[in-house]
């Protein structure tokens, strides 16, 4: 039997990622995207689960206004730093 384990603070922001960008007048292609995600999870305490129950844990907490607010403020800071530091259009 394989052990998994999961990340889902990856989802919690991916689930957030597009909403913050459009509001914040951020690029939204693939690398910009890509680099505030990184950015967000580098900055965020991370939420890993074994089990069924642990997800479903975590993912309770995402929804309280504090986690999400916390979520949502590291996204903006991200998406700041790299609409003045993007990778698109580099050679």
Known sequence: MAVEYRNLMEDIVM???????EGAGCCTCDYCKSDVAAWTL???????????????MVKLQSYELQS????????SEAA???????????S
């Open 68 to 75: 999400r607010a916390d979520v949502i403020a590291a996204i």
């Open 42 to 56: 580098n900055n965020l305490k991370p939420h890993y689960v074994a089990t069924r129950q642990g997800r479903l």
């Open 15 to 21: 689930q957030n990622l597009d909403v913050v960008l």
């Open 80 to 90: 700041v730093m790299v609409k003045s530091n993007h990778r698109h259009g580099r």
